[in-house]
């Protein structure tokens, strides 16, 4: 079970190119859904908190303009990364956690790396 | 002082020895605790959850919580290369943030 789908895996596309990621929780609803950046032999990096229904919460430093949050229902929240540049080639991870309160864990995608040319 | 806390390592040890990963993090009001599992190039993948002072055990592994201390531990017994990994700390702070705070992991390396 928590099984959570991340697609597309790896993205290849040229500067200026927006891309957009998806991110599904398969086997339970997920009232939260966070995005995550990670670069290589770097900790994770939380770019931003997802609620169903509601407006993204961004974490300090994350453009909103620039990576677009939509979570429309309890199993599907995506990320747009608007016009990107080789500076947002990076490994973009996203998590779900169940309906239950903060106490549930969040279950990973298997991440998309996303790469800038 | 950072929220959650782990030593970057790297931790070796040999096949069939005991691994010691350990973490500490600030806010004493923390409820619910996570390790995760991170092979490189991959996504966090979710080993145990601990919620109350003690050990709990899920088959080679057991992570420990002592929450006057604010440290939780996690050992994997009988280890195996398979298990070389970063093994991440994660807290759900008592603080309203609605997120978990991770640490930066600590790199195992279990040697043939």
């Known amino acids: 079970g928590a099984v959570v789908s991340q697609h597309p895996s790896r993205v290849i596309c040229k500067s200026g190119t927006s891309v957009k990621i998806e991110c599904r929780s398969l086997d339970f609803q997920a009232t939260t859904m966070f995005w995550y950046r990670q670069f290589p032999k770097q900790s994770l990096m939380l770019m931003a908190t997802s609620n169903e229904g509601s407006k993204a919460t961004y974490e300090q430093g994350v453009e909103k303009d620039k990576f677009l949050i939509n979570h429309a229902s309890l199993t599907l929240s995506t990320l747009t990364v608007t016009s990107a540049h080789p500076e947002d080639s990076s490994f973009y991870i996203c998590?779900?956690?169940?309906?239950?309160?903060?106490?549930?864990?969040?279950?990973f995608g298997d991440g998309t790396r996303l790469s800038i040319l | 002082q950072k929220e959650v806390e782990q030593n970057s390592g790297p931790l070796s040890v040999p096949e069939g020895a005991i691994a010691s990963l350990n973490c500490t993090y600030s806010?004493?009001?923390?409820?619910?605790f996570f390790w995760y599992r991170q092979y490189s190039g991959k996504s966090p993948e979710l080993i145990m959850s601990i919620y109350s002072n003690g050990d709990k055990e899920d088959g080679r592994f057991t992570a420990q919580l002592n929450k006057a201390s604010q440290y939780v531990s996690l050992l994997i017994r009988d280890s195996q290369p398979s298990d070389s990994a970063t093994y991440l700390c994660?807290?759900?702070?008592?603080?309203?943030?609605?997120?978990?705070?991770f640490g930066t992991g600590t790199r195992l390396t279990v040697i043939p």
């Open positions: 998590s779900a956690r169940a309906t239950g309160g903060k106490d549930q864990p969040q279950h």
């Open positions: 994660a807290v759900n702070m008592w603080t309203g943030a609605n997120n978990l705070f």
């Open positions: 806010d004493r009001g923390s409820q619910s």
